[in-house]
């Protein structure tokens, strides 16, 4: 079995970008405004001879009768459970939000392994700007931009690193 890496976070960190990134492919959907991408979504990955598979989440119907908020944390909730390695998406540009907050607390409780990683982080491997991202107590940020393949191979292997 290929191992499951989903991406998590709240609209505009960069999770279809990323997701691009990983599966060498232009399939999620990237935008410029929150939401476009509809629905969970997955690809195939592969670091070396290691094969994965990535799933993105954030879709949500724009007339859905849930609501946005919840159908994003419906996304999230199952997206995490079929997930061996869930990557939490920030974004440094814009800092840290109360979603943020919400979703780490949801990840402490799935019991899942977590790689939080701060992207939009082009120049930044070393930046004081990483550092308020420890607050959310999810260990070691990983700086990455998705859009600029930077940091992406060394969060791959973290994320592979059981497998
Ligand atoms: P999602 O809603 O989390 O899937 O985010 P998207 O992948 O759709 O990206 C949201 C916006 O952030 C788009 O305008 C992207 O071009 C931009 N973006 C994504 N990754 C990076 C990055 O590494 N650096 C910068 N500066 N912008 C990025
Ligand atoms: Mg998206």
Request: hydrophobic fraction near 40%; aromatic fraction near 6%.
């Amino acid at each position: 079995m290929k191992p499951v890496i989903a991406l998590v976070g709240r609209p505009n960190v960069g999770k279809s970008t990323l997701f691009n990134r990983m599966t060498k492919s232009r399939d999620a959907i990237v935008a410029d405004f929150s939401g476009l991408t509809r629905d969970r979504h997955y690809g195939d990955g592969r670091l070396g001879n290691r094969e994965f598979i990535v799933v993105d989440t954030g879709g949500f119907e724009p007339d859905s009768t849930t609501g946005i908020v919840k159908e994003m944390a419906r996304q999230t909730r199952q997206a995490v459970a079929e997930a061996d390695v869930v990557v939490f998406v920030v974004d440094v540009r814009n800092g840290l939000s109360g979603q943020d907050h919400d979703i780490a607390r949801f990840l402490r409780q799935a019991n899942k392994r977590v790689l939080l990683t701060v992207n939009k982080a082009e120049g930044m491997q070393e930046s004081p700007l990483l550092a308020e991202f420890y607050e959310l107590g999810m260990g070691e940020p990983h700086p990455i931009s998705a859009a600029h393949g930077q940091g992406i191979r060394s969060l791959l292997e973290a994320a592979l690193e059981d497998f």
